[in-house]
C-alpha cells in the first residue's frame, strides 16, 4: 500500500512518520510532497494506493479522475472541511472519502479567543512599542468581555469548546445553529441569526462552509449586526465576503475583524511570501486597517491537534485496507455522507 501525501510540511512528515511507526508499522509507505494537490500535480500521485490532501488542495472532477486513472481509491483529508472534494464525482467514480471530523477542538477555540483578546487589548502593537522603547498605552484601549454579548454561529464541537471558554469569562452567550442539540443551552440562548448578529459585542464563526453558508456575512448580515462589533472567523475563508467586509470596516460599522482564515488564502497560506509582491487586493487592503488582525490559518496548530490528525487519518487507511466500515467516511457504498458533525448551517 502506497500513501502519496501533499501539501506536507515538515510537522506533516514528523506526526506521520510518529504515528506510522508506532501505531500502523505495516500498513503503509509514504511518499511526500510539499507542493499542493491539483491537475497539474496529480500524475506524480500515479501508483499510489491513496492520497492524503490539506484543505487547500484541489479535488475536483479533473483531479479526481486523474487520481482514479493513476489508481488512487482512496482520499484521505487531513482535516474536517470537505467543501472542496466533488463528493458526487469521487460517489461516480467509487472512491472511498474520508476525513478528520474533530481534531482537539479546544485548539481552534482556543486561538479564536485568543485572536479576540489580542485585537480587543491591542496587545500585538503593546508588544511592538514595548520594544523599542515605547511605553505610552495611549491609543491600547480595549473593553471588558466579562458582562458583553458574544454570538457563536454554529455550535459544533469547536463552537461549544468556544462557548465554554466565553462562559468562563462571564459573557452573555448567544448562539445560531438550526442543527444545534441541547448542550449549548447550559451557557446561553439559541436565537435566530438576525437577532445574534443585533445583540452581539463580538461574532465568532464556527460553521463549515458549503452553498448555503457561502457568504454568510456579506453586506446585508453586515449592517444587521450591532455597530462597533467584532467579527471573528476561524473557519473557512468562504463565509465572508471580503469586498462587503471592507467596506463595512470603512464605514465604520464594523468595529473590528480578527481572521485566521481567507476566501482566497489557497495560493498564498501555509508559503512563505517574504520579499514577493503578495497579488491579493482584498487581502493586502485588509492588512492596512489598524483593527484587523490576520493570521495564517494556524488555529489547529498545536501538537495534540497533528497527533490527532495523523492518527484518524492513517486509521481511516487502515479501515479501507481492512474493509472495516470507517466511521468518518463521506462516502460509503455510492451514498454521499453528511454527518451530524459537519452539518450545514443554513440561512
Known sequence: MKLSVFSAKAYDRTYLDDVLTTRFPNLCT???????????????AHGSDAVSVFVNDTLDAAV???????????????????????????????????????????AVAEFAVTLVQTLNRKTHRAYTRVREGNFNIEGLLGMTLHGKTVGIVGVGRIGLATARIFHGFGCRLLAYDPFAGEEFTRYGTLVELDTLLQESDIVSLHCPLTEGTRYLINQKTLARMKPGAMLVNTSRGGLIDTTAVIEALKKKQLGALALDVYEAEGEIFYKDHFGEIIDDDGLMRLMTFPNVLVCGHQGFFTSEALTEISSVTLSNLSDFVEGRSCPN???????????????????
Open 64 to 106: 479526481l479522475h486523474a487520481l482514479h486513472a493513476g489508481g488512487v481509491r482512496a482520499i484521505l483529508l487531513r482535516c474536517a472541511g470537505f467543501n472542496h472534494v466533488d463528493l458526487a464525482t469521487a460517489e461516480k467514480l467509487g472512491l472511498f472519502v474520508a476525513n478528520v471530523p474533530a481534531y482537539s477542538p479546544e
Open 329 to 347: 467516511s463521506l462516502v460509503t457504498e455510492g451514498h454521499v455522507l453528511v454527518r451530524r458533525d459537519t452539518a450545514p448551517v443554513r440561512l
Open 30 to 44: 509514504i511518499e511526500y510532497h510539499s507542493f499542493s494537490l491539483s491537475a497539474e500535480t496529480a500524475p506524480l
